[in-house]
């Protein structure tokens, strides 16, 4: 059994306008500083806890915790409204369909929670062809190797025949944790070079390449 993981934000998706808005309403309603957007960018792939953390480490637990909870408000309300957009990259939707047509088990890896990823993956239509789909609200925050490891389990996978494909550094570290090989794309939060330094046995500019790389 051939398994491709997926990273979510950044890789099959890209949802950053929204992570970033949601960031600054959640730090306004702790009394934080905002973080600039470049920086809320490169935590996208933790989950929220340890992301918020990351971006205020001086801040009280209290200030974390209402951090997190003004961010999940911000952002289901963002979904509710109809504002929030998260569209998925291009090529991603056909290169879904051809893996899944050649055999390959497809799952997800993602900081996201459930609600977040289960929307995402609905409102493209794409739910049905995820054999197995792990997230921060299960599972330890990336670069820890649970998801990974529960994704091989529920399809029967060995690492040998495991790929994780994901746009930032924290996928190619829990690939290795894992001991499966990593696969970066271009299209979003880290740079290639980043991707390549942390394990990366390449990296894709689009979604042909991603495939090359797959079957090579």
């Given at each position: 059994m051939r398994l491709a993981v997926f990273d979510c934000d950044g890789t099959l998706s890209d949802g950053q306008?929204?992570?970033?808005?949601?960031?600054?309403?959640?730090?306004?309603?702790?009394?934080?500083?905002?973080?600039?957007?470049?920086?809320?960018?490169?935590?996208?792939?933790?989950?929220?806890?340890?992301?918020?953390?990351?971006?205020?480490?001086?801040?009280?637990?209290?200030?974390?915790?209402?951090?997190?909870?003004a961010y999940k408000a911000a952002f289901r309300q963002s979904r509710e409204d109809g504002s929030l957009r998260e569209p998925l990259f291009d090529g991603i939707v056909d290169l879904l369909h051809r893996l899944h047509a050649n055999g390959w088990a497809l799952a997800v890896a993602t900081g996201k929670s459930d609600r977040g990823l289960a929307a995402t993956l609905g409102a493209n239509g794409l739910g049905d062809l995820f054999a197995a789909t792990h997230t921060a609200d299960r599972h330890p925050s990336k670069?820890?190797?649970?998801?990974?490891?529960?994704?091989?389990?529920?399809?029967?996978a060995d690492a040998a025949n495991t790929v994780m494909i994901g746009d930032t550094v924290y996928d190619m570290e829990m690939a290795?944790?894992?001991?499966?090989?990593?696969?970066?794309?271009?299209?979003?939060?880290?740079?290639?070079?980043?991707?390549?330094?942390?394990?990366?046995?390449?990296?894709?500019?689009?979604?042909?390449e991603l495939e090359a790389l797959l079957d090579g």
């Open positions: 306008a929204g992570v970033c808005h949601a960031m600054e309403v959640a730090f306004a309603e702790a009394g934080l500083v905002a973080p600039p957007r470049a920086l809320v960018r490169r935590i996208v792939g933790l989950s929220l806890p340890q992301a918020v953390r990351q971006l205020a480490p001086d801040a009280s637990t209290g200030q974390h915790d209402a951090a997190v909870t670069p820890h190797p649970a998801m990974l490891q529960a994704a091989m389990a529920d399809v029967l290795a944790a894992a001991g499966v090989q990593a696969i970066g794309v271009s299209w979003g939060y880290h740079e290639p070079a980043e991707l390549l330094a942390a394990g990366a046995r390449g990296v894709a500019d689009d979604a042909y």
